[in-house]
């Protein structure tokens, strides 16, 4: 049966290019992709059974963790990553106006805060305009002299528009690490290990305990980051990648589990996983 592959549409987004190399990694054979309308769709379809695999963003270079897709990993438990690409993010200015003309700029949120500085210093008075994804935002300003969009190269050929300026982004090593959801756990060799938890005590010392058993196994964090409860002011959940090698294994890990789980109200593991870095032409 092929497989149903939900992402961030509609078509021409990075998420797009991710889904591709993620569905081949996976051998999926002739895959159906779905584009859905915003990252809350893309979550929903994977979670309520619509598709067999969902692709997302996670982390970006420069932002941080997508929250979007951090709270969905906690909120739907029977959620896990089976694997995980970087790709390099280079977003160019699209329109079909002059540079000297734009007033507004639209884009989804994540890509207008990598090229804050850019739009900062070379269209101050332009008003930036969230949208649901880049490719939406370049179909958005189709037609008009004083709109432009923040996405991919790839979009002008989709949509006849012309290229402003290249690249945009503020930081010239910019990425993003797009991972591949399923309800099935991943059994495979894997190099990261993913996972979230909460506390059962909220006092001095109480997450450091929770650190240093992760110390004592000698695992590395690749990456810590602590979102709010939405229960109360001041209650976190901490999210947790590990690296996984020879020293540190699977095995190890399933160890270590068993050390947190008493410290925890809640334990999510999002699944052991491989990643790797792609380099786009």
Same mark, same amino acid.
């Given at each position: 049966?092929r497989k149903?592959?939900a992402?961030l549409g %509609?078509?021409?987004?990075?998420?797009? =290019?991710?889904a591709?190399i993620l #569905? /081949?990694?996976?051998d999926f054979q002739?895959p159906?992709f779905v584009p859905?309308n915003g990252l809350?769709?893309?979550i929903?379809s $994977?979670?309520? *059974?619509n598709?067999?695999?969902?692709?997302? %963003?996670?982390?970006? #270079?420069?932002?941080?963790?997508?929250?979007a897709t951090l !709270?969905a990993l906690w /909120?739907?438990p !029977?959620?896990f990553i089976?694997?995980a &690409?970087?790709?390099?993010? =280079?977003?160019?200015?699209?329109?079909?106006?002059?540079?000297?003309n734009?007033s507004?700029?639209l884009?989804?949120p994540?890509?207008?805060?990598?090229? #804050?500085?850019?739009?900062?210093?070379?269209?101050? *008075?332009?008003?930036?305009?969230?949208?649901?994804?880049?490719?939406e935002?370049v179909?958005?300003?189709k037609g008009s002299k004083?709109?432009?969009a923040i996405?991919s190269k790839s979009?002008?050929?989709?949509?006849?528009?012309k290229?402003?300026?290249f %690249?945009?982004?503020?930081?010239?090593g910019?990425c993003?690490?797009f991972?591949?959801?399923? =309800?099935e756990s *991943?059994?495979?060799?894997?190099?990261?290990a #993913?996972?979230?938890?909460s506390?059962i005590?909220?006092?001095p010392?109480?997450l450091?305990k929770?650190?240093?058993?992760i110390? !004592?196994?000698?695992f590395?964090?690749? /990456?810590i980051?602590?979102?709010?409860?939405k229960?109360?002011?001041g209650?976190?959940?901490?999210y &947790?990648?590990?690296?996984?090698?020879d020293?540190?294994?699977? =095995?190890?890990y399933?160890?270590l /589990?068993?050390?947190? *789980?008493?410290?925890?109200t809640?334990?999510? !593991?999002?699944?052991n996983?491989?990643?790797?870095? $792609?380099?786009?032409?």
């Amino acid at each position: 049966m092929r497989k149903q592959v939900a992402y961030l549409g %509609p078509k021409g987004t990075y998420a797009e =290019k991710a889904a591709n190399i993620l #569905s /081949k990694l996976a051998d999926f054979q002739t895959p159906i992709f779905v584009p859905c309308n915003g990252l809350h769709s893309v979550i929903k379809s $994977i979670a309520y *059974n619509n598709c067999d695999a969902a692709v997302v %963003p996670i982390e970006n #270079s420069v932002e941080g963790g997508v929250t979007a897709t951090l !709270d969905a990993l906690w /909120k739907f438990p !029977d959620i896990f990553i089976n694997k995980a &690409i970087v790709l390099p993010i =280079k977003h160019a200015l699209i329109s079909n106006g002059e540079l000297s003309n734009i007033s507004e700029v639209l884009s989804h949120p994540q890509a207008l805060a990598q090229c #804050s500085e850019w739009l900062s210093e070379n269209l101050p *008075n332009a008003i930036p305009l969230p949208t649901n994804s880049t490719s939406e935002a370049v179909n958005m300003v189709k037609g008009s002299k004083f709109r432009a969009a923040i996405g991919s190269k790839s979009l002008i050929q989709i949509e006849g528009l012309k290229e402003l300026a290249f %690249p945009i982004n503020d930081v010239p090593g910019n990425c993003t690490r797009f991972v591949l959801l399923s =309800k099935e756990s *991943n059994s495979n060799l894997a190099n990261i290990a #993913s996972f979230a938890f909460s506390l059962i005590s909220n006092k001095p010392g109480a997450l450091l305990k929770a650190i240093n058993n992760i110390a !004592d196994f000698g695992f590395n964090m690749s /990456k810590i980051e602590s979102r709010p409860s939405k229960r109360e002011l001041g209650e976190y959940i901490i999210y &947790i990648d590990l690296e996984i090698n020879d020293q540190n294994n699977i =095995k190890n890990y399933l160890e270590l /589990k068993n050390k947190l *789980n008493p410290l925890c109200t809640n334990f999510v !593991d999002f699944g052991n996983y491989f990643s790797e870095n $792609i380099e786009l032409d």
